[in-house]
């Protein structure tokens, strides 16, 4: 079954940043012509590392005075905490960009615990956005990873969170002593406008082919499937070995 968003596969991770550095510039024009402000939400991890040091290394991109940088999720640990994905997101790209510290919106994690800082980032979402009852945020671009078990996000599989219809951002508490989690929920970001997922290396083929091409509906990343927003999956060739001609689309 072929799911609703396109899979590129690029020779190397140059290439992957260097495609995303232009819909990131396409999506903050189109944006900042239309609203005024490109809105950004970003995921932590290993694989979307080489695209923030390939956008702190860009001086054209920008403008940053209107760019507006969330998080995609965060572990429930100090904004110093070498565990932190604002951390890692700060030192890789922010530090290196002249954006103003106001339209820096980390998850604020230094409330008591996780679900009172996902209550607070959601106050956070609403009063940016401007939102009213039941209404969504909706970013200009999402940027995912995929996790070998199917999570993406905080959105792991058997998490009450894989439900919440209602909130824009839930607390998850994991076992097996890896940090607590908050995290965006999937009406959150299936009301974005360009949804990308990073994918990379071999470990990652199995579960990009259930969810790129399967649609395993036992895998989270499987729900990512944005009303009126494009999706894309950006694969390396380990991580894309395992998909049928049909959906590798080169760049
Ligand atoms: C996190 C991320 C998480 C990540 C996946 C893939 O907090 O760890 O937001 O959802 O995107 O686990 O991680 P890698 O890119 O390191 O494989």
Redesign the pocket.
Known sequence: MRGPGSVIVFDDATKMTEFVIREWERASCEAIRQRGFFAVAL??????VPLYLGLAARRDIGPWDKTHVFL??E?FVPATDADS?YRMIRERLLEAVDIPASNVHPVPTGLPDAESAAKKYEEILTSFFGLSDGELPVFDIIL????TDG????LFPGSRALQEKGRLVDSAVLGNARHNRITLTFPVINSARNVLFLVTGKEKAEVLREVAEERNTALPASAVAPGRGRLLFLADPDAASRLSAGLRRMP
């Open positions: 995921s932590g991890g290993r694989t979307p995609v999720d572990r994905n995912l990873g995929l996790g999570h993406t996000a905080s």
